[in-house]
């Protein structure tokens, strides 16, 4: 991907903090702007990993996958990545989703890297890398699903995407870093 243009001063006023904002249509590579490109994954890592249940179960949602998606419990997703197997299948098949997804080089954090968070939750996900699982989202095998959730999200998880338009579907997710500052992120499709 090119170098990120800087954040449009508009966006800039309206927080305090670094900004990135990746998008596209399908079939394009991602246009990135701002000086923010990469993070902690959090809860929106929780899609690949419910397109993994999907997929062993043959693309059938499952209560613990709608709680993980529409409401981001976080019990839900971790009993969703334990019934993946162990720590190394589990980010195994994750790993396959991402790059059935078409993104071939993030790699799924499968231990606890601090206490308290979900090991996936901790994956660097590249706002690219992300804007371009999201592209594909549609065409992977066992997403219809999960996209159908993302889709029916809480109304107390729909800001950014989740009040934009019609037809929009997206998974926000959020976290602190050591020092406490949070970052939030949100990834999905909206049909313009």
């Known amino acids: 991907a090119a170098d990120a243009a800087p954040t449009p001063p508009g966006l800039a006023k309206l927080v305090s903090g670094r900004v990135g904002v990746a998008f596209g249509p399908p079939g394009r590579p991602p246009t990135v702007v701002g000086d923010l490109r990469s993070g902690p994954a959090w809860s929106t890592m929780k899609v690949p990993v419910a397109i993994a249940v999907s997929q062993r179960n043959g693309g059938a949602a499952t209560s613990t996958m709608t709680a993980a998606i529409t409401q981001s419990d976080n019990a839900s997703a971790m009993a ?29 954090q499968t231990q606890v890297v601090r206490s308290g ?20 989202l549609a065409c992977i095998e066992g997403a219809a699903p999960v996209v159908r959730l993302m889709g029916q999200v809480d109304g107390s998880q ?35």
């Open 158 to 192: 729909s800001w950014g995407l989740g009040s934009a338009g019609s037809d929009q579907h997206f998974k926000g997710g959020w976290g602190p870093d050591p020092d406490g500052k949070y970052l939030v992120r949100q990834f999905g499709t909206i049909r313009v």
């Open 80 to 108: 969703m990545w334990t019934s993946l197997g162990s720590p190394s299948r589990a980010g195994a098949a994750v790993q396959s989703v991402l790059a059935a997804g078409g993104d071939t080089g993030t790699v799924v």
């Open 117 to 136: 968070f979900t090991p996936f939750g901790q994956t660097d996900w590249s706002l690219a890398a992300q804007q371009t699982f999201a592209q594909n």
